[in-house]
């Protein structure tokens, strides 16, 4: 069966930090949409994210994982919101700052049977290292004023994703163009075919 745009893992956002509050969103009635269902999701997000080098074993996401991954989603999603309407709560970027703290994945570059360099892990994926890595690019991103004023709420009427437009002008309005910007495309055209009718 294939999967459904609306749960499709996102990466557009212009931040892995915000790749990671993209993982849940998107409104289907009442429901957030659940991006992150499971550990294989958990794996394929690491994977399409670049925190993990291809070829890198990963058999230790389980439950546990998700639901710190889950946790931190939450946490970040709430402290990017607040500072976009005003502030965060001082609790919520101490708990930020604690996860940054922790040491992020250790890389290595070694050479490839072809003899190019590539990127590797020196031990295996801890979930706290990964965290801390995607916990340090929001310590970066809330503290980087030029960012900052890029960061910009979906205006699609279903989406509450919020992504950094580098657009020419900074004139972007969704998401992405070709999901939020359809959508609403799509609807003014039928409204207008309505009032034609009308």
Do not use: K
């Not at 004023?149 to 994703?161: I, P, S, V």
């Amino acid at each position: 069966m294939a999967v459904s745009a609306s749960y499709e893992l996102r990466f557009d956002a212009g931040r892995v930090c915000l790749d990671l509050v993209a993982t849940v969103g998107g409104r289907l009635g009442d429901e957030p949409v659940e991006r992150l269902d499971g550990p294989g999701r958990l794996g394929q997000w690491l994977f399409g994210a670049g925190l993990l080098p291809p070829g890198v074993r990963l058999d230790a996401v389980d439950a546990g994982w998700l639901a710190r991954f889950h946790a931190l989603r939450d946490l970040l999603g709430r402290v990017v919101r607040a500072e976009l309407d005003g502030r965060a709560t001082d609790a919520d970027l101490a708990r930020v700052n604690a996860l940054a703290s922790a040491a992020p994945p250790v890389v290595r570059a070694v050479r490839a049977a072809d003899g190019t360099l590539v990127r590797t892990l020196a031990a295996r994926p801890d979930c706290g290292a990964l965290l801390a890595q995607i916990a340090r690019d929001a310590v970066d991103l809330l503290t980087d004023q030029r960012a900052r004023g890029q960061l910009r709420r979906c205006e699609g009427e279903a989406c509450a994703l919020i992504y950094l437009d580098t657009s020419r002008g900074r004139r972007r309005r969704w998401c992405s163009s070709e999901v939020c910007g359809n959508r609403e495309r799509v609807a003014r055209h039928r409204r207008r075919a309505v009032a034609a009718r009308g």
